[in-house]
């Protein structure tokens, strides 16, 4: 049981490194003229987010969750390091409509896919192992 949940946690931040880096070369590798704030308090939550995700995802018995919360763990990790490097804010190269539209990263894209995988195998695993939800843990 303990090696499984270590072998999901392996894959988990395998994962969040991976994406972080992807996005972390594409910032900075592609000119922007947009950045975004962070609060300290938005940094803290951040930091937070990634830490539950990394110690409680892999408890359940499932790959494509552990992958769901690497990517947005990727997805927190690349705007966390981002919002450390860049001292005018976090980049965001991705623009549709320049004069009213929406900037954003490729971070912000990981965290919001990430999370709906990771949703979405948690619904389907709970679904599958309904007989177990009522046990003590």
Known sequence: MLRMVNLRRALLVATAVSFATVDLVHKSVTATDYHHARTPFTTLVMVGVIAALVVLV????????????????????????????????????????????????????????????????????????????????
């Open 58 to 137: 892999p408890r359940i018995s499932s790959n494509v969750a552990a992958i769901g919360a690497g990517v947005a763990c990727g997805g927190a990790l690349g705007n966390l390091v981002s919002l450390l490097a860049w001292s005018q804010g976090v980049p965001d190269p991705l623009v549709i409509g320049r004069t009213s539209g929406v900037a954003f990263n490729l971070a912000d894209l990981f965290a919001l896919s990430g999370d709906m995988l990771l949703l979405s195998a948690v619904a389907v695993h709970g679904v599958r192992h309904r007989h177990e939800l009522g046990q003590r843990v």
